[in-house]
T-cell receptor, first 116, second 112 residues
Framework: QQQVKQSPQSLIVQKGGISIINCAYE??????FPWYQQFPGKGPALLIA?????SEKKEGRFTISFNKSAKQFSLHIMDSQPGDSATYFC???????????????FGQGTILTVHP | NAGVTQTPKFQVLKTGQSMTLQCAQD?????MSWYRQDPGMGLRLIHY???????DQGEVPNGYNVSRSTTEDFPLRLLSAAPSQTSVYFC???????????FGSGTRLTVV
């Protein structure tokens, strides 16, 4: 059962364009939503994260938009650059009791290619 | 350098062999996790820990064991390697749930 569904699987954008990656979740106990960036041969690195008490969070060219009622969140990369070419993962973790709050579930990933 | 250290970086095993993937962090993080990454499957959680002595199963725990005797170390044991366990394994740590996980550089495991 895939608890976090991510789309598209791959995305090609021209330099300067906007890259948009979407994620949807089912578990209403999720309350922490990070995005990770991974370059080939490296481990994922935290890019930006949001909690459901805000609808948008911006850090530089990266913005998370969050729609709690639709159980969806998205990553927008403004002015996309060739150096942004990487695999992007959304993720979610719950506020449930016990040890579940340590459990981070990832989406399937999106391979972003930014052409110069 | 502070961070998450995984060893080995590469490993080839024969079917049925056992081995331990090592993971150590020097940031005094309470949370640690093991993931496997396969093409098109994203990162799938194997086991995780929220502190020394506390572990729990993730999405794909079968064939793997973990223990957490210290805050720093979180080894992953493959009991009897199978070709289906060919994957890239990542260890990660976090100070708490509200902070992102820091990932190691991964172990590429091939089971023949």
């Amino acid at each position: 059962q895939q608890q976090v569904k991510q789309s598209p699987q791959s995305l090609i954008v021209q330099k300067g364009g906007i890259s948009i990656i979407n994620c949807a979740y089912e578990n209403t106990a999720f309350d922490y939503f990070p995005w990770y960036q991974q370059f080939p041969g490296k481990g994922p690195a935290l890019l930006i994260a949001i909690r459901p008490d805000v609808s948008e969070k911006k850090e530089g060219r990266f913005t998370i938009s969050f729609n709690k009622s639709a159980k969806q969140f998205s990553l927008h990369i403004m002015d996309s650059q060739p150096g942004d070419s990487a695999t992007y993962f959304c993720a979610a973790s719950p506020n449930a009791g016990g040890t579940s709050y340590g459990k981070l579930t990832f989406g399937q990933g999106t391979i972003l290619t930014v052409h110069p | 350098n502070a961070g998450v250290t995984q060893t080995p970086k590469f490993q080839v095993l024969k079917t049925g062999q056992s081995m331990t993937l090592q993971c150590a962090q020097d940031m005094n993080h309470e949370y640690m996790s093991w993931y496997r990454q396969d093409p098109g499957m994203g990162l799938r959680l194997i086991h995780y820990s929220v502190g020394a002595g506390i572990t729990d199963q993730g999405e794909v725990p079968n064939g793997y064991n973990v223990s957490r005797s210290t805050t720093e170390d979180f080894p992953l044991r493959l009991l009897s390697a199978a070709p289906s366990q060919t994957s890239v394994y990542f260890c990660a740590s976090s100070p708490d749930r509200g902070h992102g996980y820091t990932f190691g550089s991964g172990t590429r495991l091939t089971v023949v």
